[in-house]
Every structure is written in C-alpha cells, then in structure tokens.
C-alpha cells in the first residue's frame, strides 16, 4: 500500500479502529512515539515508519472483505450445447445477466447478455440454433474463497464476473452488483 505522507497515520488507524497502543503493538514501536508523530512533534525513522505502514497494512488485509463473504452460493451455469434461446429464458427467469458455460465439471466461458445482443445484432436469424459455446466470451477469473474485495475489485473492472473455487470446485460467482451490494 503506498501512502502519501506521515500525517496518515492517525487517520488511518482510526479508519481501522485501533488504539495507538494497538498499532504500536502490531508494529514494534512504542505508544509514545505513535502519540508524538500523530502529534507532528517527531519525525520518525524511515525504518520505523515502514514497520508501522507495514501494520497498516497488514491490519487492513485481515479486516477486508473475503469473497466467501460477498458469493452467490447458487451458481447458474449452462452447458456449451445450450442453444442461447433458453439461456436468454433463464436470464430472465432468474434475474442474471451472466452465466458461466460449463462442460461437465470444468468453466469454459461465461454467456453475458451484451454478448447474446451483439451476436443477435449480427445474425438474428441465428436465434433459434445459435449455441452458448458460439457466443460465450473468455473464462472468467477464478479464485479462492479467501481472496479479498480488493483483488476482486480489480478484476471486476475487467470482467463480468468472477468464479470462486476450492479445490478445483466452483462454490460460488460473484458480479459487480454482489460487490457493490457489500459496500458500506
């Protein structure tokens, strides 16, 4: 985590909830020195200041968000053969947007509805024997149930959804809506 100045770190204990013995605890440093550099009266080392923006840190990661917290337990998915007329039923059935493709226990894509309309847009006539494997787009991420909303984040900015998985098993998805959903 970059931080721009030593006037943060009050703020940012604060943010986290910590007494200043806490953070000197977590950190290595004394009680004091935290009250003298919170005050502006000390500068402290570059070392110091390091350990104690170290813990920040540290500290912040145990308090995020996992995504076993934010998931849909209930994964929709489709199969490649799925012919897109009944996937776009299902979306609507369902209130989804997207879906992964599956071919038998394994991800091989995801089905969104901008990929259906651009598809549609380009053959209509394709609508009643187009299939989910000739529309779907590019696996999504996939990752452990311990992954933070931070990385998730990241990678919703440049997929639809993100696939949460233990031991090669999927147990769960999450969109940008279940995100933002979480966001105090």
């Known amino acids: ?62 308090e995020e968000i996992k995504a076993e917290q934010i998931m ?37 894509g995801v089905i969104t509805e901008s990929a259906i309309l651009m598809n549609l847009r380009e053959h209509p006539e394709k609508m009643n024997y187009l299939r989910a494997e000739e529309v779907m787009e590019e696996t999504p991420p996939i990752v452990s149930p311990k992954a933070g909303q931070k990385l998730l984040l990241e990678l919703l900015k440049d997929y639809p959804i993100v696939l949460v998985a233990e031991k090669g098993e999927i147990k769960g998805l999450i969109s940008k809506t279940d995100v933002l959903g979480k966001m105090e």
């Open 1 to 62: 985590m970059s931080f721009k100045s030593i006037e943060e770190i009050g703020r940012l204990r604060k943010r986290l909830g910590l007494t200043q013995k806490e953070l000197a605890a977590n950190s290595g440093v004394s009680q004091s020195l935290i009250a003298k550099i919170e005050s502006g009266s000390v500068e402290p080392t570059y070392s110091k200041a390091q350990n104690i923006f170290e813990a920040l840190e540290n500290l912040r990661a145990k």
């Open 72 to 108: 849909k337990t209930k994964v929709i998915s489709v199969t490649l053969k799925e012919i897109v007329k009944e996937v776009i039923k299902i979306m609507k059935t369902k209130s989804i947007s997207q879906m992964p493709v599956m071919d038998k226990e394994k991800v091989c």
